[in-house]
């Protein structure tokens, strides 16, 4: 089993930064992890969840939503098994709880959020105006 524990979320103004980290544990991702894909996705109030971005075992396979293209980064630092969210310029639009997801398929099948094989807990973004 993997478990994803995502932190760094909290209150921030509009055009503020926050960072947000997702931790990945277990023994299937410590064997394994070179083969996950590791994404972001966000659910705001009375929404749908969607995809934000998603990021390769060696940082390529990088792929954004175009809502947030030019304003966050995704990372991973491999040795500590964690995957960070680097959101700069927030906007009160990217309120909302923010997932970490872990999967062993493609960039089109991340992005999709359907079937992914591990989800976090989420952690909260507040951005007030």
């Known amino acids: 089993q993997v478990q994803l524990v995502e932190s760094g979320g909290g209150l921030v103004q509009a055009g503020g930064s926050l960072r947000l980290s997702c931790a990945a544990s277990?023994?299937?991702?410590?064997?394994?992890?070179?083969?996950?894909?590791m994404g972001w996705f966000r659910q705001a109030p009375g929404e749908e969840r969607e995809f934000v971005a998603t990021i390769g075992w060696s940082g390529g396979s990088q792929n954004y939503a175009d809502s947030v293209k030019g304003r966050f980064t995704i990372s991973r630092d491999n040795a500590k098994n964690t995957v960070y969210l680097q959101m700069n310029s927030l906007k009160p639009e990217d309120t909302a709880v923010y997932y970490c997801?872990?999967?062993?398929?493609?960039?089109?099948?991340?992005?999709?959020?359907?079937?992914?094989?591990?989800w976090g807990k989420g952690t909260l973004v507040t951005v007030s105006s």
């Open positions: 997801a872990a999967d062993r398929g493609t960039v089109a099948t991340m992005r999709s959020g359907g079937g992914l094989d591990y």
């Open positions: 277990g023994r299937t991702f410590g064997l394994y992890a070179m083969n996950y894909l």
